[in-house]
C-alpha cells in the first residue's frame, strides 16, 4: 500500500513537472493551462521587472514560503487532475492573506503608517486600490 502510494505520487510529480515549481521561475507557473493568463497578466504589469510570482503569493519567511508552497501544490494539484476550480482562477482568502502580507513586506518603509495600531487589526488590502500592479488588466 505504501509503494503504490509513493509511485502514484512520484509518477504524479514527474508527470505535472513537478520540480519546475521548486525552482523561481514564473514560467513554472504556466505549466498549467488555467494560469496562462495569470502569467501573460504579469508579464505587462508593473512587477514584471521587480517581483517573480514566488515574491508576492509566497510567504517571506523562509520556512513560511515551503509551507504555503507546500500546501498550494497539494490543494492546486487536486483542484487542477479532479477539474474542481473556479475559471477565471481567483485567488483563496488564505492565499489573499500571504500576499498583503508580501505586499507589506516589499514596501514596509512606504506603508508603515497606514498599518494598524494592533497586530492583526483592521486594513484595507493593498490590492483594493492597486488591483492591477501585479497582474496587468484584471
Known sequence: ??????????????YGKGAAYLSNDPAACANCHVMQSAFDSWQHSGHHHVATCNDCHLAPH???KWIVKADNGF???LAFTTGNFHEPIQIKPRNRRVTQDACV????DFVHEMLPATRGGD???????????GHAQR
Not at 500500500?1 to 514527474?14: E, Q
Not at 513586506?105 to 514596509?108: A, M, W
Open 1 to 14: 500500500m505504501i509503494g503504490a502510494f509513493v509511485g502514484l505520487g512520484a509518477f504524479t510529480f514527474g
Open 62 to 64: 523562509p520556512i513560511g
Open 75 to 77: 490543494f492546486h494539484s
Open 105 to 108: 513586506h516589499c514596501h514596509r
Open 123 to 133: 486594513m484595507l488590502d493593498c490590492i483594493h486600490c492597486h488591483r492591477d500592479v
